[in-house]
């Protein structure tokens, strides 16, 4: 099994502090959030509730919030709060100097929507 690619996706400039951005990244969707302490992550562009994307959600603390129904996402760990039913994804990072790096292990595995009554 290979141990992955961290592909160089932004510069740390790209994204401000508070603020998130979108990128396709070898058939995944991931989002760069930076936090207001200065800290990046980088999970999967979707919400587990109805699949809207996170993008432009606010990020408070390590979080973020569902711009469609505000559930909020640990950005550590992809754990949930309501209206959510699941976790989200959640990619290795590193910073290299000023370049933002996201590890890639695989292909993008499908989720069973709908397994919690969501249709
Ligand atoms: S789609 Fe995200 S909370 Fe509903």
Known sequence: MSEGTYY?????ADIEQGKC???HIDGHDVLIARTKTDDFYAVENLCSHADAAL???????NHI????HG??????DGSFGPPAWA????????????QVEVL????LEKKARGA???F
Do not use: Q
Request: positive net charge; charged residues 25%.
């Open 116 to 118: 919690m009554g969501m």
């Open 104 to 107: 890639i292990t695989g292909p």
């Open 71 to 76: 559930a909020r996402f640990s950005l550590i």
């Open 21 to 23: 951005k979108a990128f």
């Open 55 to 61: 993008e432009g959600g606010r990020i408070r603390g």
């Open 87 to 98: 976790p989200i994804k959640t990619y290795t990072l590193r910073v290299e100097g000023d």
């Open 8 to 12: 160089p996706v932004a510069k740390t």
């Open 65 to 68: 919030m569902c711009p469609l």
